[in-house]
């Protein structure tokens, strides 16, 4: 997945999550279109996407692949700078079209409809879309957003009064389009600026019903519920797990340290990609009175301390070697890696699932 980098600025964090019902692709994100009539005969058609990108030789490969997991759904060539895709889709989701198997691509909100692309091999990112209603919507939700984008690369929320701009902005469109099924993406954007969720919950009720039942509103509410059951301000749960060597280790023994509580495993590929990232804060700010406590999810242990070898962890870790059914995660309800909880000196939730630059920025902010 590592050549989608682009489009996980794009699309939030939790698409490239690995779960516990599918370890080898993220969660569904699947969306509806906008619509509150169901069109039979486009239903029953499907969709259909011509596209002319000129630059190619002919005989090029152009892939569409899932925008979720990267997996190739179906591959065909260009000729005289053409290509067209057939299928039928249960409900509309994010594609890519991916040509000659490397980036740039397409990324594409497809529904069941006619959807025509223009567009150049220099530029293809910029590629024109059309008739694909779903597509439309997304791109009035990430116009409107364009003057805020640095917040959502890099998690920088330290600009009070921009933060609140873009707040702004996703309450009216939410407000204007509660019966868009793009409507979920915008309250997931809200979820990025306001981890406590809060704000994302009275956005999120104020959605239709039909746009409620969709897989990307299961999943902004099922956030909603896991944000209360450990919630942010209070104390992690205490746990005890034996570490590499055999030895019982406390949370509560790193009481008076800042600790990152990470739960991850050596085959969950988002974990490994994450690694560098924890491993880079870990050594910028441990002389600061912080340390990152690793809960695995691991089975066999010469995986387990293989992965830690190779990828540099030099922090604790610990383990019971039973996988998902890993006591810890079952007390916090893990059902998907990487997560992680930032925790106080007090033993007090500080965040949540920091990543990328998200975990330098609340670093900073906190350890200054």
């Known amino acids: 997945m590592k050549i989608f980098s682009l489009f996980i600025l794009l699309i939030p964090s939790w698409l490239i999550a690995q779960n516990q019902t599918n370890k080898k692709s993220a969660p569904s994100a699947k969306v509806l279109p906008k619509t509150n009539k169901v069109d039979v005969k486009k239903i029953a058609e499907g969709f259909s996407i011509s596209g002319i990108i000129k630059g190619f030789p002919d005989g090029t490969s152009v892939s569409l692949l899932n925008g979720q ?60 879309v059309s008739g694909s209603s779903s597509h439309t919507d997304f791109i009035k939700l990430n116009q409107l957003l364009a003057p ?51 704000k994302t919950e009275e956005l999120f009720n104020q959605l239709s019903a039909e746009v409620k039942n969709t897989p990307m509103g299961n999943y902004v509410a099922q956030q909603i519920v896991e944000s209360k059951r450990n919630a942010i301000g209070t104390v992690l749960a205490d746990f005890t797990q034996a570490d590499t060597t055999g030895k019982p280790i406390r949370l509560s023994s790193y009481r008076g340290k800042y600790v990152l509580v990470d739960f991850w495993a050596s085959w969950c590929g988002p974990c490994r990609q994450e690694n560098p990232n924890v ?15 690793g809960v695995s999810l691991d089975k066999t242990k010469s995986a387990w301390v293989d992965a830690i070898t190779m990828d540099g962890l030099t922090w604790g870790h610990v383990s019971d070697l039973k996988g998902w059914t890993n006591a810890v995660a079952q007390q916090y309800q893990i059902s998907s890696i990487p997560q992680n909880f930032l925790i106080g000196p007090d033993g007090k939730i500080i965040a949540k699932n920091l990543r990328g630059p998200a975990l330098e920025s609340k670093l900073e902010s906190i350890l200054k």
Do not use: H, W
């Open 69 to 128: 997991t990267g997996a190739p759904e179906s591959e065909t060539v260009l000729t005289n700078n053409a290509f067209s895709f057939k299928g039928k889709l249960v409900t509309p989701e994010f594609k890519i079209i991916l040509f000659d198997k490397k980036p740039p691509y397409i990324t594409l909100f497809l529904d069941n409809s006619n959807v025509q692309i223009k567009g150049e091999k220099d530029s293809i990112e910029t590629a024109m």
């Open 148 to 198: 805020y984008q640095k917040l959502f690369s890099s998690n920088n929320l330290n600009d009070g009064q921009e933060v609140a701009s873009a707040m702004a902005a996703i309450e009216n469109f939410v407000k204007r389009e509660r019966s868009s099924f793009v409507a979920p993406l915008a309250v997931i954007r809200c979820s990025q600026l306001n981890p406590a969720l809060d």
């Open 279 to 293: 491993v880079a804060n870990y050594n910028r700010f441990k002389s600061k009175n912080f340390t990152v406590l």
